[in-house]
């Protein structure tokens, strides 16, 4: 959510920067929280010189009532309930008009990096660069879900019977591939000094509406039927609701977080779920990082976490690239945003498995996190980045390290999780 004072001094800024993420239905809202604003502050104004009249006619109540003027001081006293009556009229009002204006700006996009490609959508995002040789192996590499299949690792009929489309069984040595993957992902960074966490799964609606915006809760978040409660997406949510209403020391940023959690995501629109496959499902797991600092060192942490989930997939022997997110696929609260992405051997393309975004102080304002510095407090910077979300970074595992016999190396880096096995053999 922008400050209202940079709306209010820099409209057409405001205005430029929602053409550039193409709503331009969204114009409109910036002359009207324009209009709004001046009048809750006429208000404001107003309250503000009936209370001074309150305390005026109050103190000379107490003159007269002295002086033994009780008629005088009874005509004041009647005054000062017809202010009463008015300052409720004018309290009422500035609730409201201060709601209308919070719920129109937390429509309004965050304003993007300079940085930042303009496109309509994801398919004018913007390759960076890319990391390891994208190999394309002398054997047809077999859909993930067969490779899994053969290593007598997923069942997904039985999670059809129990939960319905778009859950799995994973087991065996698929599973524990699974696991291996994302406690190596914890202790990688722990190494790069990061507090490990496991945060509640589920939050209040409060902070639903602090960390996203209502369109994205709408299309990802399961809610708790007839409970102030929904179901993470991911850890981030969670972990930046953890410093809601907090005012933080400077000396202790940056703040820097690694969190473990389920995740479960409605998986709304044109995706739609796999069939047969565990690439878009409903439930899955994930290793976050998130970081809070101060706003003049937010972008060199957006540099630094994309670049430790890069070194994390090439100590796998996985190829990926980064790709820049375009102004059209940018969600209202982040400012820049990239995707990591894994080659595929078998489709020969690269594929989503990781995404990093600082959001400026969009999350903190929405939900007053502040630090205290030397001139007073301020707003932290908010980051968030995937080091591994799996059953998909699963995928690009085994595709990456899939054998034509069908067995699967398992990388140096993943041995110690694994028991100290080498690779793991088909059982059909």
């Known amino acids: 959510m922008l400050d209202i004072k940079f709306l209010r001094e820099n409209p057409d800024v405001v205005k430029e920067n929602i053409k550039k993420k193409f709503q331009d239905q969204k114009l409109p809202l910036v002359d009207e929280v324009i209009e709004l604003d001046k009048t809750l502050r006429d208000y ?71 940085s930042v490609p303009i496109g309509k959508d994801d398919t004018e995002n913007v390759e960076n660069e890319r990391f390891g040789e994208p190999v394309v192996p002398p054997f047809e590499v077999p859909y993930h879900a067969d490779i899994m299949d053969r290593l007598n690792g997923i069942d997904k009929e039985s999670a059809g019977r129990t939960s319905g489309n778009g859950f799995y069984y994973l087991m065996g040595d698929v599973a524990r591939i699974h696991s291996a993957m994302i406690s190596y992902a914890r202790d990688f960074m722990i190494g790069k000094g990061f507090m490990y966490c496991i945060p509640p799964f589920m ?81 899955f797991e994930k290793q976050e990082m998130v970081v809070l600092c101060k706003p ?53 393309k690269y594929f989503e498995v990781g995404s990093c975004s600082t959001l400026g102080d969009a999350q903190a304002r929405r939900l007053g996190i502040r630090a205290k510095g030397k001139d007073g407090n301020y707003l932290v910077h908010t ?12 995928i690009a595992f085994l595709e990456n390290n899939v054998n034509e016999d069908g067995s699967v190396n398992i990388p140096v880096a993943l041995r110690p999780y694994m028991g100290g096995q080498e690779k793991v053999f088909p059982k059909k």
């Open 383 to 394: 980051l968030n980045n995937t080091v591994l979300a799996t059953p998909r970074g699963l």
């Open 44 to 114: 404001r104004v107003k309250g503000d010189s009936l209370r001074a009249e309150k305390n005026a006619t109050s103190t000379e109540i107490g003159s007269l009532m002295r002086e033994k003027k009780i008629e005088e001081a009874n005509a004041k006293k009647e005054r000062v309930n017809e202010i009463n009556k008015e300052l409720e009229d004018v309290e009422v009002k500035e609730t409201e008009l201060a709601e209308e204006i919070k719920k129109k700006m937390m429509i309004i996009p965050n304003i993007i990096d300079s």
């Open 203 to 283: 939050i209040r609606g409060d902070v639903v509406d602090g960390v996203m915006s209502f369109a994205e809760m709408e299309a990802m978040m399961y809610k708790i039927e007839n409970e102030d409660l929904y179901l993470i997406g991911t850890s981030e949510h969670s972990m930046i609701g953890k410093f809601k209403g907090q005012i933080l020391k400077e000396e202790e940023l940056p703040l820097t977080l690694t969190s473990y959690s389920p995740c479960f995501r409605k998986e709304v629109g044109s995706h739609g779920i796999e069939e047969r496959g565990v690439y878009r499902v409903h439930q």
């Open 296 to 348: 003049e060192d937010s972008m060199d942490w957006y540099n630094k976490m994309w670049s430790f989930t890069v070194e994390f997939f090439r100590s796998l022997d996985i190829p990926v690239r980064t790709l820049e997110c375009c102004s059209g696929d940018l969600a209202d609260l982040k400012v820049k945003s990239c995707d990591v992405e894994a080659w595929s051997p078998r489709q020969q």
